[in-house]
T-cell receptor, first 112, second 114 residues
Framework: QKEVEQDPGPLSVPEGAIVSLNCTYSNSAFQYFMWYRQYSRKGPELLMYTYSSGNKEDGRFTAQVDKSSKYISLFIRDSQPSDSATYLCAMILSGSARQLTFGSGTQLTVLP | ETGVTQSPTHLIKTRGQQVTLRCSSQSGHNTVSWYQQALGQGPQFIFQYYREEENGRGNFPPRFSGLQFPNYSSELNVNALELDDSALYLC?????????????FGPGTRLTVL
């Protein structure tokens, strides 16, 4: 069993839809949670960072963490074709010198 | 502020050869991490360098080694290449003094082993 599980998709939605991306994890020592966006042939780009349970909002993006259920989500409102990319969840163990553990990524396509 | 750069962009090697990949960290960053991303997978942590020393290592064999230089740039060396080493190699830089754990990734080097 992988430490971080992520539905690989692919996920295809119409423009303007609300997108929900999810990851589960098995190690309760994960303390820091991120979502990265990766366009084809590019490096990952940090979208959201949080370290506590609850919601964090930034523009059209909302990150949600539920540590009791070991579950994190990323919601994208009013999705745009430019949001088409692979979305990676990532986590850091407490005291692990910033070693990121990634999910396998969800490929999202937003259709115009 | 310059971003993370990596060279070369693409590389083709044959099994058994050795390869060196290079990374220049973002201005002001003193920590460099290397990740391997196989096709269709998330990146996997190889190791991290801070103050020119290895500061954490993932589940990779010793034939994966690295260096960090006084200007914080870094190299990843892979000896005795295997077919499974074909992947995108990503470098990420960060600053140890910041508490937000943010790491900035370069565009990667795509290595193909034939």
């Amino acid at each position: 069993q992988k430490e971080v599980e992520q539905d690989p998709g692919p996920l295809s939605v119409p423009e303007g839809a609300i997108v929900s991306l999810n990851c589960t994890y098995s190690n309760s020592a994960f303390q820091y949670f991120m979502w990265y966006r990766q366009y084809s042939r590019k490096g990952p780009e940090l979208l959201m960072y949080t370290y506590s349970s609850g919601n964090k909002e930034d523009g059209r993006f909302t990150a949600q963490v539920d540590k009791s259920s070991k579950y994190i989500s990323l919601f994208i409102r009013d999705s745009q074709p430019s949001d088409s990319a692979t979305y990676l969840c990532a986590m850091i163990l407490s005291g692990s010198a910033r070693q990121l553990t990634f999910g396998s990524g969800t490929q999202l396509t937003v259709l115009p | 502020e310059t971003g993370v750069t990596q060279s070369p962009t693409h590389l083709i090697k044959t099994r058994g050869q050795q390869v060196t990949l290079r990374c220049s960290s973002q201005s002001g960053h003193n920590t460099v991490s290397w990740y391997q991303q196989a096709l269709g997978q998330g990146p996997q942590f190889i190791f991290q360098y801070y103050r020119e020393e290895e500061n954490g290592r993932g589940n990779f064999p010793p034939r994966f080694s690295g260096l960090q230089f006084p200007n914080y740039s870094s190299e990843l060396n892979v000896n005795a290449l295997e077919l499974d080493d074909s992947a995108l190699y990503l470098c990420a830089s960060s600053h140890s003094g910041r508490t937000n754990n943010e790491q900035f990734f370069g565009p990667g080097t795509r290595l193909t082993v034939l």
